[in-house]
């Protein structure tokens, strides 16, 4: 059975549901249920496709996610990036014949799954880590951005218009004439009650005395409540007569089972951009899912979850959805309310299927606006000019891999804002780490420690010079490395011995090797005896079977100490004894 649960986690925590477990999950189902019907409304529209596909990509990602899945709080489903991801890419796209961008989407969501699966399978799971934090908040933050002011043509009854940051600027300025002001009305006071729930009522309810789940239920029911009103005043004074435009028809019922496009040209097109959803994807869902599971004292499996994530958006794209990973704001819903398993998610999945059933007619006269205000005040929340000013003051280099893929994020374009941000991460990494810190070290009176000799007051003899690479020896920084060593040897010519003290170092690679090999004999040539020192041991089973430990001219020691007593005794001080 252990092997087995280890792929169906749904087998361990089943073993040991009880009703309070079951009451706990029920009461945080019916909460995020509530929460999730228009925010999957919402999040559909915002990836261009008609508004059931929300709903559709609900339900069985849940159910996945809760069989496959290792976080207890984790809710997966659309999201604002992804769906924004969404309709960038299908925008994008030359669609074949016979092609519609609901079927597009799917296809967009089983190749997503198909990604993950590997990646998961293959437990390629690292290939996140190439995203860097300021890539991400960076990426995240001028998403949001991109989002809110994509919804302000909705506040504002006016045309689509589509592109980069200043296009749909532009658009919005062009048509600014053709403003309806019943949409404007309606939108801005929806999104003015939408912000003040979210920051003026929970003040309100703690002087009530409400706190806990049920004040978490009345404050993530403000879209809802907005909702029910704003469709009620458009079916009662028929705003759609006056110009507000309304969601419409939504198919009652689930869509038949359907299978994606298999038209080549789409798969090509969709291949590249399935792969930046599938790592945007995971990032955000790992970083939740750990996030919550850190609360409780929980483990998170990233590799499982890779798997679970890939079979929710296999459902996804097998009930016509759309791509859908781990959100932060019905995770947080969730875990708030007091879900204790992820069968909270398997209720939840019934609540949007009774959702499905039987109250889309209902949503006949809901305002897009109404929508799109939901949208912005959750978008909003990605938009973090705190990291931004923290990392600004924190490093340069990792401000500018922020704002590169901010701009390109903005004025060209998802992906090549992504890769735009990578490149530029990678390539400040690999010229940080071409010219690492080298310090010259000594010891510190009465101990065995060495420090630099530039931080601390230190000794030093003259006749060894100790030198420590705080960085791993890597074809990019070895000619470096070389260089300061023969610098320091012109410039101490009464040198008999040159440490290179290891600590710092995890890796030397092949091109590191050879120009160890290239110190050892020139120093070798020039009459100084070349030594290393607390050598690591994943870094001396690679060394010593490639002969470089016999050629070495002088010796492999213990210590920084041990090689210090051993070449030049009268250069230490005694050391205390505690």
């Keep these: 059975m252990r092997p087995l649960s280890r792929f169906f986690p749904i087998l361990d925590w089943g073993r040991h549901y009880n009703r309070q477990f079951a009451a706990n999950d029920f009461v945080a189902a019916v909460i995020v249920s509530i929460m999730l019907v228009p925010q999957s409304l ?102 949001g951005i991109l989002i809110a002011v994509g919804q302000a043509r909705h506040l504002l009854g006016l045309p689509k218009a589509d592109g980069n940051l200043a296009e749909i600027l532009a658009g919005l300025v062009s048509h600014a004439a053709e403003m309806n002001v019943l949409t404007a009305i309606l939108g801005f006071g929806c999104l003015g009650f939408l912000f003040w729930v979210r920051s003026g009522l929970p003040a309100i309810l703690r002087r009530l005395g409400m706190a806990g789940v049920w004040a978490t239920f009345v404050v993530r029911a403000g879209p809802v409540l907005a909702v ?95 791509p859908v990973t781990g959100g932060f704001a019905r995770s947080m819903v969730n875990f708030d309310a007091g879900a204790q398993t992820p069968a ?42 705190k990291t931004i000013i923290h990392i600004w003051h924190y490093s340069r280099a990792d401000f500018g891999a922020m704002m590169v893929t901010i701009a390109l994020t903005l004025f060209w374009g998802i992906e090549p804002g992504i890769m735009g941000g990578v490149v530029v991460s990678l390539m400040l990494y690999l010229h940080r780490t071409s010219r690492p810190h080298i310090a010259v070290v000594g010891q510190v009176p009465g101990t065995e420690h060495f420090r630099n000799i530039l931080r601390h007051d230190v000794a030093t003899g003259t006749s060894v010079l100790t030198v420590r690479p705080d960085e791993s020896l890597y074809f990019a920084n070895c000619r470096f490395l070389e260089d300061r060593i023969y610098a320091l040897i012109a410039e101490n010519t009464g040198l008999k011995h040159v ?46 079977p490639s002969g470089f430990v016999d050629e ?24 205390r004894i505690a």
């Design 42 to 143: 919402a999040y559909a529209m915002l990836a261009g496709l008609p508004p059931e596909v929300g709903l559709y990509a609900s339900i069985l990602p849940l159910v996945a996610y809760a069989i496959f899945g290792t976080s207890a709080t984790l809710a997966v489903g659309p999201v604002a990036l992804i769906s924004l991801m969404t309709a960038l890419i299908i925008g994008a796209l030359h669609l074949p014949a016979g092609v519609s961008p609901v079927l597009a989407a799917m296809t967009l969501a089983i190749i997503s799954a198909a990604i993950l699966l590997a990646m998961g399978l293959f437990r390629l799971g690292f290939i996140a880590n190439f995203l860097s934090h300021p890539v991400i908040s960076g990426f995240v933050s001028a998403s």
């Design 228 to 322: 029910v009103i704003t469709t009620l005043a458009s079916w009662y004074f028929d705003l759609a007569a006056s110009g507000v435009k309304i969601v419409g028809t939504i198919p009652q019922g689930f869509p038949a089972f359907s299978l994606p496009s298999f038209d080549p040209d789409l798969w090509r097109q969709l291949a590249l951009p399935a792969l930046l959803i599938s790592v945007i994807g995971f990032v955000e869902t790992i970083s939740v899912a750990q996030t919550l599971a850190a609360k409780r004292r929980q483990r998170i499996r990233p590799d499982q979850e890779l798997i679970a994530l890939g079979m929710a958006n296999l459902g996804a794209g097998f009930a016509g959805g759309l």
């Design 344 to 385: 909270a998610g398997l209720m939840t999945a019934v609540g949007i299927a009774g959702a499905t059933l039987f109250l889309t007619p209902v949503l006949y006269y809901l305002p897009q606006a109404t929508l799109a205000a939901t949208i912005i005040v959750a978008v909003l929340t990605l938009v973090d000019l």
């Design 499 to 544: 440490v290179l003290m290891c600590s710092a170092m995890n890796e030397i690679d092949a091109s590191g090797l050879e120009s160890l090999r290239e110190i050892n004999a020139r120093l070798r040539d020039a009459g100084v005896t070349f030594h290393l020192s607390e050598v690591k041991g994943p870094v001396m089973d690679r060394l010593a």
């Design 552 to 575: 070495l001219a002088g010796q492999v020691f213990l210590s920084q100490y041990d090689a210090l007593s051993k070449l030049d005794p009268s250069a230490l001080t005694p050391c």
